[in-house]
Every structure is written in structure tokens, then in C-alpha cells.
């Protein structure tokens, strides 16, 4: 038997309407915010992620799939979302059409990495990007997206964790001060750690190592270096998170961890993930654009991760409550009025219901169970009766009450169910 790679998991029928559940909450939501969407290849040009998540984090020096192709070319399959948003974005001049863009995108996604609970290297995310506003309405707005769709799936029991990373002026000003800080603690920083403070010390913030938090616990905060803009800027956005009804936790330590994050970013949290208790967030890139060849595009974004959502759904015990059901199922007492039962089916979705019938013509008791098993709402019973005086009888699952139409008004009783 050939089973999946590890670290790859098959979707599954049984569970399957939970994916989908999410997913058509995420239209509804985007919808709602004027966000289309946006479907890029699931492999990209490496340079494409060089250039963009930056050469010091673990994703590019550990974690994408890479390989060459037959031509020679260096390709990647997509370790995150916004690289390939931004670079479709540049290519196809979307910026040209107007100057805001509002797009959002749902799909699969790679990383090499220790498969574990809600981390997987196939795993799938859903995410915003607003693109071409530099004011702090653009963050405000991506945000409370974010919290609305969470609420619209039962989700409402997280944390949201806000930082600012400040301008560039900000950040050169704290990264020299960060990187002298982390020279007198050098020797109890971890290896990971000693190499990233040259290169790229915001990430010392990030590690998940111990000996690294407890140097990080009295590290100098960005916060304390913020210039008046980049301060007037982190301020606008906590205003009107407030005047949303949006709750948050200013956290200094919070800082991502991809090299193009500027100004305000932010995560959502779960405790019901365990100590894996991230389930997203994002934050605004003011030079992604410049960086992949396009003109400056200030923006913001984020990404969920799909299966950590339904990771929470789950704990919450929500799950069972997605289950998913037909409208009618068919039941015929012989197989000899499988025409008439066919006739009644294909009635019922011309009229826009879910029907089916038997296919494995079983007893009446049996195919009664099958209703059941499918949750249908209402069983169509055909029997000798019903074929003699073309009629069906229509029972109604939940209320154990039932009805006896002509089959030629079935359509009028489906388009008033």
C-alpha cells in the first residue's frame, strides 16, 4: 500500500464540509469587505520568496520545497501567500485599474518542518491583502475583517496580539540598539540566535527557545524608539479598533516572522490550540513592491491557517454541529420503480433541492436508515399506493409529520421547502 507523503493529510468526505463550511465563510466575509479573489500557481520563481521573506529567516534557509526543472530554472512551491500576491499584482499592473486593491486568496501551501498538531508541510490558508494604502485605516480595516470572520465561524474566544515595527528610520535606530543588547548576552543566546543578531536581530524576538526568552524578557522595547509618525500611525489604528468593539493586547515582543513586515503587526491567538496557539495574522509591508520589481505599493495583509481553524472548531465541539445533510432522500419499496424514483430525484433538483436515492436496492427499514445516516430532512416514500395514483408521500424528518402530493405539483411543494 502507498500512503501519503508525510506530513500531508487527504480530505476526506467525512470531514470535507467542514473545509467547505470555512471556505464559504471567507467568501461571505470578503464579500461583505468588497475583497475578489486572486488564485496564483502553487510554485513560483525562488527568487520570488528570496527577495520578499528575506534570506535570514528559517522558511528560506530551512523550510521551502525547492528544486530545479528540466530548463534549469530554480522554483519553489509557495511557502506563504503574499510574495505570490504581490508579484501577480506587479506582473498583471492591477495597481493600473485603480489605486487601491482589495484581494484575498484560499489555497494550498509548502514548508519542510516537523510534522505536529495543526502544522503540517501541505497545509492550507486563507488570507487579505489590501493593497496601496500607507494610511492606518488600510491596518484597521484588514483587521476587523480578520476578527469578523472569525466570529462568523464560531470563533470568539481568541486574543489578538498588536505591535508597530515602526518606519524604516524606526527600525535601523532599535536594530542598533537590539543588536549591542544581544552582544552582551551573546553567550546565553541560542546558536540560531548568535547567527540571526548580525543578519537579521528583530527575529531573536521571535525564537521559541528558552535560553533565547530569557534574554529576550529584558531586551529594549521598539516601542520606546518610535518616531512621532510612526507612533501617530500605531495610535490611529488602535483608535479605531476601539471604535470597532475590537479587543487587543499591545505586545512589544511581537514581531512576525518575515523580514518585509513595517508599522503595525498582529496576531490571533487560541488557547484551545495548546501551546501551538497561533492560528494567524499579519501586518503591513510598505517595500514588498519594490522589492519584486514594481512601483512602491504601501500594504497590508494577513493569513489564517485553515487547520488550526478547524483544530479550534473541533475543541469547541463545533464540528458535529457542521454535519452535513441532504434536503430529500428517495426511498421505493421495489426496485421496479426505480423509473418513477429517478423522475422524483431529478424533479426535486431541477427545483434547486439536494436529493438522492438507493442505489443498492435495499430493504424499505434499510433505506430509512440511510435517510438518517445522510440527516435528510425529509423522506419522498414511493410505494405501490404512490405509483397507482402518481403520487409521493413526503415526510418530514425532524417533525415525524408527512404529506401526500401528485408528483406532478412535486416541483410547487420543493420551491416552498
Same mark, same amino acid.
Given at each position: 500500500m502507498i500512503?501519503?507523503?508525510?506530513?500531508?493529510? =487527504?480530505? /476526506?468526505?467525512?470531514?470535507? &464540509?467542514? #473545509?467547505?463550511? +470555512?471556505?464559504?465563510?471567507?467568501?461571505?466575509?470578503?464579500? *461583505?469587505?468588497?475583497?475578489?479573489?486572486?488564485?496564483?500557481? @502553487?510554485?513560483? %520563481?525562488?527568487e520570488v520568496f528570496k527577495r520578499?521573506?528575506? =534570506?535570514?529567516? =528559517? @522558511? !528560506?534557509? %530551512?523550510?521551502? $520545497?525547492?528544486?530545479?526543472?528540466?530548463g534549469g530554472e530554480s522554483l519553489t512551491l509557495r511557502p506563504e501567500g503574499t510574495a505570490a500576491i504581490v508579484r501577480a499584482a506587479v506582473q498583471n499592473a492591477l495597481l493600473s485599474q485603480g489605486n487601491l486593491l482589495r484581494t484575498w486568496y484560499f489555497g494550498s501551501f509548502f514548508r519542510y518542518e516537523r510534522p505536529q498538531k495543526g502544522r503540517l508541510r501541505e497545509f492550507h490558508q486563507f488570507g487579505c491583502e489590501c493593497i496601496g494604502s500607507p494610511n492606518p485605516e488600510a491596518d484597521a480595516e484588514i483587521i476587523m475583517l480578520a476578527t469578523r470572520l472569525l466570529k462568523s465561524i464560531g470563533i470568539i474566544d481568541f486574543k489578538l496580539m498588536i505591535n508597530t515595527l515602526g518606519d524604516e528610520e524606526v527600525r535601523g535606530k532599535y536594530r542598533e +540598539?537590539?543588536?549591542? $543588547? /544581544? &552582544?552582551? &548576552?551573546?553567550?546565553?543566546?541560542?546558536?540560531?540566535? *548568535?547567527?540571526?543578531?548580525?543578519?537579521?536581530?528583530?527575529?531573536?524576538?521571535?525564537?521559541k527557545d528558552e535560553r533565547d526568552k530569557q534574554v529576550i524578557e529584558n531586551a529594549p522595547q521598539i516601542l520606546d524608539s518610535l518616531n512621532e509618525t510612526s507612533k501617530q500611525h500605531f495610535e490611529t489604528v488602535l483608535t479605531m479598533l476601539d471604535s470597532a468593539g475590537i479587543k487587543y493586547v499591545i505586545t512589544p515582543r511581537l514581531v512576525r516572522g518575515l523580514d518585509y513586515y513595517c508599522h503595525t503587526v498582529f496576531e490571533f491567538q487560541s488557547d484551545a490550540l495548546g501551546s501551538q496557539d497561533s492560528l494567524g495574522g499579519g501586518g503591513r509591508y510598505n517595500g514588498l513592491f519594490e522589492a519584486l520589481g514594481g512601483k512602491p505599493a504601501?500594504? !497590508?495583509?494577513?493569513?489564517?491557517?485553515?487547520?488550526? /481553524?478547524?483544530?479550534?472548531?473541533?475543541?469547541?465541539?463545533?464540528v458535529k454541529e457542521l454535519k452535513s445533510s441532504v434536503d430529500c432522500y428517495i426511498i421505493y419499496s421495489d426496485p421496479k420503480y426505480l423509473a418513477y424514483a429517478c423522475r422524483a430525484t431529478s424533479i426535486l433538483r431541477e427545483a434547486g433541492l439536494s436529493a438522492i436515492c438507493d442505489l443498492h436496492r435495499r430493504s424499505f427499514k434499510s433505506q430509512f436508515k440511510e435517510a438518517n445516516k $445522510?440527516?435528510?430532512? $425529509?423522506?419522498?416514500?414511493?410505494?405501490?399506493?404512490? @405509483?397507482?395514483?402518481?403520487?409521493?408521500?413526503?415526510?418530514?424528518?425532524?417533525?415525524?409529520? *408527512?404529506? !401526500?402530493?401528485? @408528483?406532478?405539483? /412535486?416541483?410547487? #411543494?420543493?420551491?416552498?421547502?
Open positions: 500512503q501519503a507523503v508525510r506530513g500531508t493529510k =487527504d480530505i /476526506l468526505p467525512n470531514n470535507s &464540509h467542514v #473545509w467547505q463550511f +470555512i471556505e464559504n465563510k471567507c467568501r461571505e466575509v470578503t464579500t *461583505q469587505f468588497a475583497y475578489s479573489e486572486t488564485r496564483t500557481p @502553487i510554485f513560483e %520563481k525562488t520578499s521573506i528575506g =534570506d535570514e529567516t =528559517d @522558511i !528560506v534557509n %530551512k523550510e521551502m $520545497y525547492t528544486f530545479e526543472d528540466k +540598539i537590539l543588536i549591542n $543588547y /544581544l &552582544h552582551e &548576552h551573546q553567550s546565553e543566546l541560542s546558536e540560531d540566535s *548568535q547567527r540571526r543578531m548580525e543578519g537579521n536581530p528583530l527575529r531573536v524576538l521571535d525564537s504601501p500594504s !497590508v495583509g494577513f493569513a489564517m491557517g485553515v487547520e488550526r /481553524l478547524i483544530l479550534i472548531l473541533d475543541a469547541l465541539d463545533k $445522510y440527516n435528510a430532512r $425529509y423522506a419522498v416514500i414511493i410505494g405501490d399506493e404512490e @405509483i397507482e395514483k402518481k403520487q409521493v408521500t413526503i415526510k418530514n424528518m425532524t417533525e415525524s409529520t *408527512q404529506v !401526500v402530493i401528485e @408528483i406532478e405539483n /412535486l416541483a410547487n #411543494w420543493a420551491s416552498n421547502s
